[in-house]
Nanobody, 126 residues
């Protein structure tokens, strides 16, 4: 059974930083693409960032490009999201996800997304 456990969320002022982590277990983590999505109250879940299984390829939503950095440590089975220059509109529950293939997508309804974490709340105050 695959488990994805996020941590690192919290309350931060605008302009601040947070680092999210997602610890994976139950699968050979290094063979699969992983990513981050977020969902704000009353809104649909949306793509934030994704990374290929080797870590050599990354992709970001326009809204976070230049502020967020996704990375992974396959030896530790852990995915990260470094978030800098946070804005109030970044407030959401952030979820990590794992695809059942080596390459990623951006659709949160992608049937190739096998598992989701439980989510971690990020709140950015103005």
């Amino acid at each position: 059974q695959v488990q994805l456990v996020e941590s690192g969320g919290g309350l931060v002022q605008a302009g601040g930083s947070l680092r999210l982590s997602c610890a994976a277990s139950g699968r050979t983590f290094s063979r699969y693409a992983m990513g981050w999505f977020r969902q704000a109250p009353g809104k649909e879940r949306e793509f934030v960032a994704a990374i290929s299984w080797t870590g050599s390829s990354t992709y970001y939503a326009d809204s976070v490009k230049g502020r967020f950095t996704i990375s992974r440590d396959n030896a530790k089975n852990t995915l990260y999201l470094q978030m800098n220059s946070l804005k109030p509109e970044d407030t959401a529950v952030y979820y990590c996800a794992i695809w059942n293939r080596a390459y990623y997508g951006t659709n949160p309804r992608d049937p190739a997304i096998d598992y989701w974490g439980q989510g971690t709340q990020v709140t950015v105050s103005s």
